[in-house]
């Protein structure tokens, strides 16, 4: 093969990779990296875990027989390495773009993907099922569940090992430890006795260990055994992890193959149990702009490859996070009472700014949501009045506690909801599309939409001044629609909304930021000769009855407009419409919801157009209910 030739080029599979020398993999994996410099530079996306993981991914696939072998990518930000060497390379430059590659691992995409993710701490789970699956089959393919440290924070990976540990199945566990740095003597003696640890030798010599033990009494056998483990523990770490019922190896260097290789074969050939192997990475390895940075490049916009200077779009108004953030971090300067709660996500809930100002009074609990809203709990019921942020996806992950420990017992803990509604790149699994269904069939919980960056101030105000019972605001990802500001915030009345335009045969009732596409179809409508209110209906729990009543009373069609799924906004007013009477009297009402699917990847506004729920779609669905055909009123107007 000709020196020139990049090695990359010949791998299309993992198969082709392991027809590989191992001499050959550094030079593999620094054209791997490139690559993904070069990808990301072109799509944007998540760069610095995928940097951090070349190595591991390409030990992996040389290693394991996959897609046989079973290996899931917890998350899966550090997946674009691993789409590259499964068959994806020709794609991989549509990362996140409308009809490409997910940002994900998405089972759907490809065999090599066995479990989709994008949230996190769920692949041992996943993996501790596929292996009990293998088992019950007779299988004999190996499962490997790579999780990063960030992501072991949540307990739900405990449970799982917990579990595992207990089963006694034959289970991989790779813990990439990207917050920690090895000195190279420590690392080259920690790599020596992971090999060491991990082998077939001193397998053996820990099980006759064992059956020699066994004669002895149980309290001297157990003690035994203790103390073995504890001195292995003590030298090599892991300790917790061996009293799950894990075998633990490293911690070793996830950039040096000559370590990664020996000990994932030795791994790989055991019989029996789980196995946990520490392996320690660099999150932005071999870019430097990217080692630099503070947020070592975690995501990114395309960027210039040379220089790491990311595009910038040039923003008409603050984003709806930075309105969040300032209009808190203001509330808190008049009321020391005022606490903040973000589940591992900082700057993306813009609590950071907040943290800068009141430090002492701002939490980030871990990727732990179902331990952030009990947290928030206990504080409420000190006197605190703790704002939960959390983006509307992850909220879901911790809707028991919102029931059990917040609504049932009325607690006022405030849930700032950022990411409502669709968002674009990251596609259905960061969706915010079922926070309004969930909340606003809970008893005790007030349920707020933000319209624009203004009702947004107007909303943290009123719920800092909510001291009755639980509740909630939820807004979008991006950026307001550029109204003047208020220095602080109005205490909104609870369950009233607005009207912004009178009409007289339409009436469009909005929720949330779906008011400016109201606007604009009112505006069609008028010039298809229809006159059209507009609304804003501010709440979706408690509904303005009031206003309601006014609106199906005075017009031909009612609209109800929401960025939520079914079963949300528009389905609580059918209900109190049916139960006030107001179906009876030949309303035509519709509700206009997202759809009845999980909607791929793709720019904001491209989504809420195949959703319905953009202008044109509402104009449509006025005409509609009326019995209206647009092409014939157009020729009408002057």
Same mark, same amino acid.
């Given at each position: 093969?000709?020196?020139?030739?990049?090695?990359?080029?010949?791998?299309?599979?993992?198969?082709? !990779?392991?027809?590989?020398?191992?001499?050959?993999?550094?030079?593999?994996?620094?054209?791997?990296?490139?690559?993904?410099?070069?990808?990301?530079?072109?799509?944007?996306?998540?760069?610095?875990?995928?940097?951090?993981?070349?190595?591991?991914?390409?030990?992996?696939?040389?290693?394991?027989?996959?897609?046989?072998?079973?290996?899931?990518?917890?998350?899966?930000?550090?997946?674009?390495?691993?789409?590259?060497?499964?068959?994806?390379?020709?794609?991989?430059?549509?990362?996140?773009?409308?009809?490409?590659?997910?940002?994900?691992?998405?089972?759907?995409?490809?065999?090599?993907?066995?479990?989709?993710?994008?949230?996190?701490?769920?692949?041992?789970?996943?993996?501790?099922?596929?292996?009990?699956?293998?088992?019950?089959?007779?299988?004999?393919?190996?499962?490997?569940?790579?999780?990063?440290?960030?992501?072991?924070?949540?307990?739900?990976?405990?449970? *799982?090992?917990?579990?595992?540990?207990?089963?006694?199945?034959?289970?991989?566990?790779?813990?990439?430890?990207?917050?920690?740095?090895?000195?190279?003597?420590?690392? *080259?003696?920690?790599?020596?006795?992971?090999?060491?640890?991990?082998?077939?030798?001193?397998?053996?010599?820990?099980?006759?260990?064992?059956?020699?033990?066994?004669?002895?009494?149980?309290?001297?056998?157990?003690?035994?055994?203790?103390?073995?483990?504890?001195?292995?523990?003590?030298?090599?770490?892991?300790?917790?992890?061996?009293?799950?019922?894990?075998?633990?190896?490293?911690?070793?260097?996830?950039?040096?193959?000559?370590?990664?290789?020996?000990?994932?074969?030795?791994?790989?050939?055991?019989?029996?149990?789980?196995?946990?192997?520490?392996?320690?990475?660099?999150?932005?390895?071999?870019?430097?702009?990217?080692?630099?940075?503070?947020?070592?490049?975690?995501?990114?916009?395309?960027?210039?490859?040379?220089?790491?200077?990311?595009?910038?779009?040039?923003?008409?108004?603050?984003?709806?996070?930075?309105?969040?953030?300032?209009?808190?971090?203001?509330?808190?300067?008049?009321?020391?009472?005022?606490?903040?709660?973000? *589940?591992?996500?900082?700057?993306?809930?813009?609590?950071?700014?907040?943290?800068?100002?009141?430090?002492?009074?701002?939490?980030?609990?871990?990727?732990?949501?179902?331990?952030?809203?009990?947290?928030?709990?206990?504080?409420?019921?000190?006197?605190?009045?703790?704002?939960?942020?959390?983006?509307?996806?992850?909220?879901?992950?911790?809707?028991?506690?919102?029931?059990?420990?917040?609504?049932?017992?009325?607690?006022?803990?405030?849930?700032?909801?950022?990411?409502?509604?669709?968002?674009?790149?990251?596609?259905?699994?960061?969706?915010?599309?079922?926070?309004?269904?969930?909340?606003?069939?809970?008893?005790?919980?007030?349920?707020?939409?933000?319209?624009?960056?203004?009702? !947004?101030?107007?909303?943290?105000?009123?719920?800092?001044?909510?001291?009755?019972?639980?509740?909630?605001?939820?807004?979008?990802?991006?950026?307001?629609?550029?109204?003047?500001?208020?220095?602080?915030?109005?205490?909104?009345?609870?369950?009233?909304?607005?009207?912004?335009?009178?009409?007289?045969?339409?009436?469009?009732?909005?929720?949330?930021?779906?008011?400016?596409?109201?606007?604009?179809?009112?505006?069609?409508?008028?010039?298809?000769?229809?006159?059209?209110?507009?609304?804003?209906?501010?709440?979706?729990?408690?509904?303005?009855?009031?206003?309601?009543?006014?609106?199906?009373?005075?017009?031909?069609?009612?609209?109800?407009?929401?960025?939520?799924?079914?079963?949300?906004?528009?389905?609580?007013?059918?209900?109190?419409?049916?139960?006030?009477?107001?179906?009876?009297?030949?309303?035509?009402?519709?509700?206009?919801?997202?759809?009845?699917?999980?909607?791929?990847?793709?720019?904001?506004?491209? !989504?809420?157009?195949?959703?319905?729920?953009?202008?044109?779609?509402?104009?449509?669905?006025?005409?509609?209910?009326?019995?209206?055909?647009?092409?014939?009123?157009?020729?009408?107007?002057?």
């Amino acid at each position: 093969m000709p020196l020139s030739t990049p090695l990359l080029d010949t791998v299309t599979v993992p198969a082709d !990779l392991r027809r590989l020398e191992e001499g050959q993999l550094r030079q593999l994996a620094d054209e791997l990296r490139a690559e993904t410099i070069s990808a990301v530079s072109v799509t944007g996306g998540h760069l610095g875990a995928g940097l951090g993981v070349v190595e591991l991914t390409v030990a992996l696939h040389y290693v394991f027989d996959t897609p046989v072998d079973r290996l899931i990518w917890d998350v899966g930000h550090q997946a674009y390495p691993h789409k590259s060497l499964t068959g994806r390379r020709d794609r991989i430059r549509t990362l996140r773009q409308g009809g490409g590659l997910s940002g994900f691992t998405k089972r759907t995409e490809s065999d090599y993907d066995p479990f989709g993710a994008a949230h996190s701490s769920t692949s041992i789970s996943a993996g501790l099922g596929m292996a009990v699956a293998r088992d019950l089959s007779g299988g004999r393919n190996n499962v490997v569940a790579v999780i990063g440290d960030g992501a072991m924070s949540a307990g739900m990976a405990y449970e *799982a090992m917990n579990n595992a540990g207990a089963m006694h199945s034959r289970l991989i566990v790779i813990l990439n430890d990207n917050d920690m740095s090895i000195a190279p003597p420590t690392g *080259a003696m920690s790599a020596y006795l992971a090999r060491l640890g991990s082998g077939r030798t001193y397998l053996k010599l820990r099980d006759f260990g064992k059956q020699l033990t066994k004669r002895l009494p149980k309290s001297v056998d157990r003690a035994i055994t203790r103390a073995v483990e504890h001195a292995r523990g003590y030298v090599t770490g892991g300790t917790l992890f061996e009293e799950l019922g894990f075998y633990y190896v490293g911690p070793i260097d996830g950039h040096n193959l000559d370590h990664l290789l020996p000990v994932l074969k030795n791994v790989r050939d055991m019989t029996h149990g789980p196995v946990l192997v520490h392996v320690v990475t660099q999150k932005g390895k071999g870019y430097p702009p990217a080692e630099a940075a503070a947020d070592k490049y975690h995501g990114v916009n395309a960027f210039d490859v040379v220089t790491g200077a990311q595009a910038k779009p040039k923003a008409n108004a603050p984003s709806y996070t930075r309105v969040f953030a300032d209009a808190l971090t203001r509330e808190a300067e008049r009321d020391e009472k005022i606490v903040a709660i973000t *589940a591992a996500m900082p700057s993306g809930t813009g609590l950071d700014v907040f943290a800068k100002a009141h430090p002492a009074r701002c939490f980030d609990v871990g990727i732990a949501e179902q331990h952030a809203v009990t947290f928030a709990a206990g504080l409420a019921c000190e006197g605190y009045k703790p704002f939960c942020a959390i983006y509307s996806t992850f909220l879901q992950r911790g809707y028991d506690q919102v029931v059990h420990d917040v609504a049932i017992q009325n607690l006022p803990v405030r849930f700032a909801i950022d990411r409502a509604g669709l968002v674009g790149a990251d596609g259905a699994t960061h969706a915010g599309s079922f926070d309004i269904a969930n909340l606003a069939c809970l008893p005790n919980m007030v349920v707020m939409a933000a319209a624009d960056e203004a009702e !947004l101030v107007h909303m943290v105000a009123t719920a800092a001044a909510h001291d009755s019972g639980p509740i909630a605001f939820r807004y979008p990802r991006g950026e307001g629609v550029g109204l003047e500001m208020p220095q602080r915030g109005d205490i909104l009345e609870i369950g009233k909304g607005r009207i912004l335009v009178e009409g007289a045969r339409v009436a469009l009732l909005s929720l949330g930021t779906r008011l400016a596409e109201c606007l604009k179809a009112a505006e069609d409508l008028k010039a298809l000769g229809l006159s059209a209110t507009v609304a804003d209906a501010r709440f979706a729990k408690p509904i303005d009855r009031d206003l309601l009543r006014r609106l199906a009373q005075s017009h031909d069609v009612l609209i109800t407009i929401e960025e939520g799924s079914t079963g949300g906004f528009g389905a609580l007013c059918l209900t109190a419409l049916a139960e006030d009477g107001l179906l009876d009297r030949g309303l035509r009402v519709r509700t206009m919801t997202l759809p009845d699917l999980f909607l791929d990847h793709d720019k904001p506004e491209r !989504l809420y157009a195949r959703a319905g729920l953009d202008a044109k779609a509402i104009v449509g669905k006025a005409l509609e209910a009326l019995g209206k055909d647009e092409a014939a009123l157009r020729p009408r107007i002057a």
